[in-house]
């Protein structure tokens, strides 16, 4: 009979709710189940439909389980499924180690250190697995430092610029509130663990308004949908600071004590009446009036704010004009009120400890290296130049995939003189241009600890079975590769344990919040949560409720931004219509805004490898969520194969005639380009346009034009 234990560990995908679990092992070191920590406040005792299928992703047959080299002369390119072998043939680790020292350090002395390029993200989101070892690999390597824009950067910098400090309203606190503003946010596809506490507001009375231009699940469950036109988010903000200032709505008590810059605002969104706002973003003036004043007066009011907002052209300036909007109204004065789109914040981990970059003084060069734009990969990998990208290392990221300008790319990464490494658990889009490919650990087979940026509980994950097939962590990867380097500084040395130590001694001046978690605490406990001192004596955390929360320049929240007037940039939030967009001049030519959109059953590219949830997401998968007037005026029908083009390429879809957009909009989802019918994925038609604030991608300000597809393609 097999004894079964349970492991604690913390799910490290890129999710705000990062949740807290069980996992199940027997007698013969197998994971047998997964479930949500019953104990936990937020995780609440269940799973997300993509997390509870985890065990599929770790015994999966296609996991990626030995180090595998390119075969001589076979060209990088698409590899066609069940043919990897044919590519890639199998060496050891120390064969694969051997060979990358090898190769960076002969690149490095050719061309200099700084033609060898770091490529991750948030593919592992916990704290060592995102940023630890590697770091001090590169730094010390003097490698590109990789400004990791793809994500989040621009509502970051937005946050900052208002708050100076990522903050927002507790997850467990919008049960308090009465009117719920889910703005560019998928409660209920993306942040499932929120929508048990907007259920129990919304019981008690509470109405839940959705603003998105695509008819989310979240959406299609709300109380109020309001379908905006992608990009106008910063006009809906404004033109509700109008009425709100206009019909004295706001709390002129707050605005007093706790901001910056008031008048200069005032006389700003003077030039944002409802009439106007309407024209810009499709809604009527009878809504713009109606949601402000609900806003303004069925309080407690929260805003659930997502990145989606801030994946256009003017998205720094979106987040950062709705981020306002509780500073306008005092909403942070209430239980439940205020907003929410990072509590990152919380958690002031000692980054200089964990990545080491003073170890960049040792490197080559002497100093960190040149600073790249993830979301301008195309640009790097075929531009760049003094001197130009000749290595490319992979690892918790899917660039093939999910990098904008996918035509420039997938360009750049065939080229036959760029080394690249790809440390992975299946083969990808990405692993298919690799020349040495690695295998990684899932969350099950490694240890690791991290915050959260969608609640305030700090959470060790144990290690719980070995790691399958020859996989390693991330921290070991970069451990092994210092030592073939040559570089003997002992910070490489460093076990996990001793990092998480390394993380957590922070000065308890600058953090109090993380007062009693240590790395011994967390082998007790698991989860802590921060340490607020308003929760003391039985209070309530509220920020922003007294000037010590703030840490911007005026110690208050910055309507105006004099940071951001010596940038170059407006001190003032201004709507300002994007590139590309419905009534820029491009438009004539390419007449439909494209959602590029993540899907429901993935997280972001991760889990297309699995079939439970591509047939999960099969519903969607391979189509073009078109409007009834768009689809009529191209002669289109539901079910109809299309291509959708523009200046930059083009993809094959099938046409989904159902309304879910406004017209003038068109939306389709991320997956792998190997598993649509023609090889392309959505990012084929996105660019490597920045935002305004943050430098970030901008997904959603994409113009396209669509037509029936000849019955040759």
Known sequence: MNSLKVVRATCSLDCPDTCSLHISVDSEGRATKIQGDPDHPVTRGFLCGKVAKYLDVVYSPDRLLHPMRRKAGVPKGPIPAGKHEDVFERISWDEALDTIAARLQAIAK???????????????????????????????????????????????EALLSVYGIKLGTDTEHFRHARTIIAWGAN??????????????????????????????????????????????????ALGMMHVLIAENLYDADYVTRFTHGFAQLRERVAGY???????????????????????????PAVIRMNYGVQRSQNGGTAARAIAMLPCLTGAWKQLGGGLQLSTSGAFPFNRQALERPDLAASSPIGRPGRVVNMSRLGHALTELSGPPVQAMFVY???????????????????????????????????????????????????KDFQGAYGHYYVQLSQQAITPQGEARSNVWLFRQLAARMGFTEPCFQDTEDAMIEQALAVDAKDSPWLEGVTREQLELDYSIRLKFPQEENGGHFQPFTSEAWFRTPSGKAEFYSETLAAQGLDPLPSYVQATESRHAPLARRFPLELLARKADNYMNSTFASQPGHRAMEAKFSGLLEMHPTDAQAREIVDGDRVEVFNERGKILLQAKVN???????????????KLSCDGQGVNTL??????????????YSTLVDVRKASAEE
């Open 110 to 156: 050719q061309y200099g250190p700084e033609s060898i390029l770091p490529y991750s993200y948030a593919g592992n989101m916990a704290v060592l697995g995102f940023g630890s070892m590697d770091r001090r690999f590169f730094f010390r390597v003097g490698a590109c430092q990789l400004d990791r824009t793809i994500c989040a950067t621009a509502g970051g």
């Open 187 to 236: 409660i209920h596809g993306n942040n499932i663990h929120l929508w048990p506490f907007v259920e129990e507001a919304r019981r008690n009375g509470a109405r839940l308004i959705v603003i998105d231009p695509y008819k989310t699940r979240t959406a299609s469950a709300a109380d109020w949908h309001l379908p905006i036109l992608p990009g106008t988010d910063t006009a809906l």
């Open 273 to 299: 009446p409802p009439q106007r706002v309407a024209e810009c973003t499709g809604l009527p003036v009878e809504d713009i009036l109606q949601l402000a004043r609900e806003y303004a007066t069925v309080t």
């Open 396 to 446: 918790n990221s899917n660039p093939a995939a999910i990098a904008p300008n996918q035509n420039t790319v997938l360009r750049g990464m065939k080229r036959e003189d760029l080394f690249t490494v790809v440390h992975e658990q299946f083969f990808t889009d990405t692993t298919d241009y690799a020349d040495i490919v690695l295998p990684a650990t899932t969350f099950f087979e490694h």
């Open 659 to 673: 309304g879910s957009v406004p017209a003038g909009v068109a939306a389709s989802r991320l997956g792998w380009n």
């Open 686 to 699: 996105t660019s490597e346009t920045l935002t305004d604030i943050g430098g970030g991608p901008t997904f």
